[in-house]
């Protein structure tokens, strides 16, 4: 079983050379996002910390393990629009390592439903964290302020 073999995943969607999101996740709760896939909202900052929430664990169980037969690159044919590049990284301890890149057009066949829905359970998955983190931060910023009045 190869899922059991992970301890991370890194998932990066770059549409134009610029990073759209970015989602790390792993076993031991570590997480990292940046963005949430709208190349408007680039300047959305790289937020980082623990989860006990099981947000890996939570992504491996919407993942098939027929898909890791199938893991390399997928040029689509006819690609049109701003060039996008879905990636996502699956490693483990002693060498393991499942590797999909997608390069496609915006406005032509994106990826395989199989690796989007990867992507879009992950967003789906760490957005509650993501949002929290963002506030905390403002927060932070705004107690930092108040202590010059």
Same mark, same amino acid.
């Given at each position: /079983?190869?899922k059991a073999?992970?301890d991370?995943v890194?998932?990066t969607?770059?549409i134009?050379?610029?990073t $759209?999101i970015?989602i790390?996740l792993?076993?031991n709760?570590e997480? $990292?996002? *940046?963005?949430?896939?709208?190349? *408007?909202?680039?300047?959305?900052p790289? /937020? &980082?910390g623990?989860?006990? @929430?099981?947000h890996?664990e939570?992504?491996?169980m ?5 898909i ?7 040029k &689509?044919p006819?690609?049109?629009? *701003?060039?996008?590049?879905? $990636?996502?990284?699956?490693?483990g301890k002693? @060498?393991?390592d499942? $590797?999909f890149?997608?390069?496609y057009g915006e406005d032509?066949?994106?990826p395989p439903?199989?690796?989007?829905q990867i992507?879009?359970?992950a967003? =789906? ?5 993501? &949002?929290?983190?963002m506030? @905390?931060?403002?927060?932070?910023a705004?107690?930092?302020? &108040?202590?010059w =009045?």
């Open positions: /079983m190869i073999l992970l991370k890194l998932i969607l770059e134009d050379d610029k $759209s970015l790390l792993t076993r709760g997480i $990292s996002r *940046k963005g949430n896939g709208n190349l *408007k909202d680039t300047h959305l790289l /937020m &980082q623990i989860s006990h @929430d099981g890996f939570a992504l491996l919407t993942i098939s393990e027929d890791f037969n199938y893991t390399g690159v997928i &689509q006819e690609r049109l629009g *701003k060039e996008c590049t879905l $990636s996502i990284i699956f490693q002693i @060498d393991v499942y $590797s890149r997608v390069l032509s066949q994106g439903a199989e690796l989007a992507l879009i359970n967003v =789906k998955l760490t957005e509650p964290w993501y &949002q929290e983190q506030k @905390d931060e403002k927060e932070e705004k107690k930092w302020w &108040q202590l =009045k």
